[in-house]
T-cell receptor
Framework: EAGVAQSPRYKIIEKRQSVAFWCNPI?????LYWYQQILGQGPKLLIQ????????DSQLPKDRFSAERLKGVDSTLKIQPAKLEDSAVYLC????????????FGEGSWLTVV | DAKTTQPPSMDCAEGRAANLPCNHS???????VYWYRQIHSQGPQYIIH???NNETNEMASLIITEDRKSSTLILPHATLRDTAVYYC??????????????FGQGTILTVHP
C-alpha cells in the first residue's frame, strides 16, 4: 500500500515569496491533516479536512497560510508571503476517518525561508 | 486534550529492552493512548495504541496502568535503528480536539552499541 506522498521534499525561498506544498493521502482516506514542525519541537496541527470540508483550522495563520482539498483527495498548502519564522517541516497525514483509526504521516516538506 | 509528560531523554544498550514511560493523569475514559516515533528527517511513524488493555504488535508492547494515568512503551530488543524521538499522545475523543493528535516534546531515545 502506497503511503502519504508529499512534494517538494525541500524548498528554499526568500522572505515575502510564496510557496506551495502538495499532498496525496493514502487511497480511500477521508481525513487529511497538515502539521507544522519547527526544529526541536513536536508537530503542531495547522488544519484538518474531512473529505473536502474543513473540520478545524483554528491554528492556521490565515493571513498568510491557505489550504484546500478539492475533490476530497489531494491537498495543497500555500504560504504567501513567507516569513523567516515559517521555516519548518510541513507534514501531511491521513486516516480513514476522524476517530478510531491510525493516522499515517508523509515524509514532510522542508521549508527554509531566508 | 489530556496532556502527557515524558522524560526528555533516555539511553538504552543495544539488545536490551527499552522502557519508555509516559504520564497522562488527566486522561478521560474514552481517550486512547498513542505512541509514535520520529527518526531524524522522517515523518512520525505509528507504533501502537491502546485504551485500557495491554497491547502488543510486531514493533512494541504497550502497558497501561489500571487507573490509566500512565503507560509504558516497551521495545523488547532495542537496536541502533530504534534511536529516535518517541511521542506519547492522548488522542482527543470529543469537542474541538476530536480525533486529533497533539504532540508534546517527546523522549529522545538513544540506543548505544
Amino acid at each position: 500500500e502506497a503511503g502519504v506522498a508529499q512534494s517538494p521534499r525541500y524548498k528554499i525561498i526568500e522572505k515575502r515569496q510564496s510557496v506551495a506544498f502538495w499532498c496525496n493521502p493514502i487511497s480511500g482516506h477521508a481525513t487529511l491533516y497538515w502539521y507544522q514542525q519547527i526544529l526541536g519541537q513536536g508537530p503542531k496541527l495547522l488544519i484538518q479536512f474531512q473529505n473536502n470540508g474543513v473540520v478545524d483550522d483554528s491554528q492556521l495563520p490565515k493571513d498568510r497560510f491557505s489550504a484546500e482539498r478539492l475533490k476530497g483527495v489531494d491537498s495543497t498548502l500555500k504560504i504567501q508571503p513567507a516569513k523567516l519564522e515559517d521555516s519548518a517541516v510541513y507534514l501531511c497525514a491521513s486516516s480513514p476517518g476522524i476517530s478510531g483509526n491510525t493516522i499515517y504521516f508523509g515524509e514532510g516538506s522542508w521549508l527554509t525561508v531566508v | 486534550d489530556a496532556k502527557t509528560t515524558q522524560p526528555p531523554s533516555m539511553d538504552c544498550a543495544e539488545g536490551r529492552a527499552a522502557n519508555l514511560p509516559c504520564n497522562h493523569s488527566t486522561i478521560s475514559g474514552n481517550e486512547y493512548v498513542y505512541w509514535y516515533r520520529q527518526i531524524h528527517s522522517q515523518g512520525p511513524q505509528y507504533i501502537i495504541h491502546g485504551l485500557k488493555n495491554n497491547e502488543t504488535n510486531e514493533m512494541a508492547s504497550l502497558i497501561i496502568t489500571e487507573d490509566r494515568k500512565s503507560s509504558t512503551l516497551i521495545l523488547p530488543h532495542a537496536t541502533l535503528r530504534d534511536t529516535a524521538v518517541y511521542y506519547c499522545i492522548v488522542r482527543g475523543a470529543g469537542g474541538t480536539s476530536y480525533g486529533k493528535l497533539t504532540f508534546g516534546q517527546g523522549t529522545i531515545l538513544t540506543v548505544h552499541p
